[in-house]
């Protein structure tokens, strides 16, 4: 008799189900608002922002999201005494949702970062700009990603 096992139809399909369902269930999903708000605390600590002194510059509709430019700036004198100490931006609907930062010193000059972000779906974006004092400053906007213009 021969130890070689026959596989069925069935037990095939069966584990190749069981494969894709644990490679769903681990897969990167958008994190939730309030996920988001927990990195924030992460990342500057319980800190209440204030709207302001952050523009953020992003186009409002995306066509497809996959390589989007974005930019930063604050309103900040960049003075040895007066700076915008860094910069955080959060994609609520990524599954990833922290996106980059910045360390800025008064010698950056400006308080500005330009770059390029890919975006999951339709979410909001934030922009936080921690002060040499402590203030935490936040700008948002919700960009609706179209997915090659059909929706999304």
């Excluded at 584990?15 to 927990?38: C, I």
Aim: overall charge positive.
């Amino acid at each position: 008799m021969d130890s070689t096992t026959i596989l069925s139809r069935r037990s095939v399909l069966a584990s190749g189900a069981a494969a894709a369902a644990a490679l769903t269930l681990s897969a990167p999903r958008p994190a939730a608002a309030q996920e988001v708000d927990e990195l924030v605390r992460s990342l500057m600590g319980d800190v209440k922002a204030k709207e302001g002194k952050v523009r953020l510059k992003i186009k409002e509709v995306a066509e497809s999201g996959a390589n989007e430019p974005v930019g930063v700036s604050v309103d900040s004198p960049m003075l040895a005494n007066d700076y915008i100490k860094a910069i955080h931006v959060l994609a609520e609907g990524n599954p990833y949702p922290v996106v980059a930062s910045w360390t800025l010193t008064p010698r950056s000059g400006r308080a500005e970062v330009n770059f390029r972000m890919r975006l999951a779906k339709t979410q909001v974006v934030r922009a936080y700009a921690v002060a040499s004092d402590g203030q935490v400053w936040v700008g948002k906007q919700e960009v609706k990603v179209t997915i090659g213009g059909c929706g999304g």
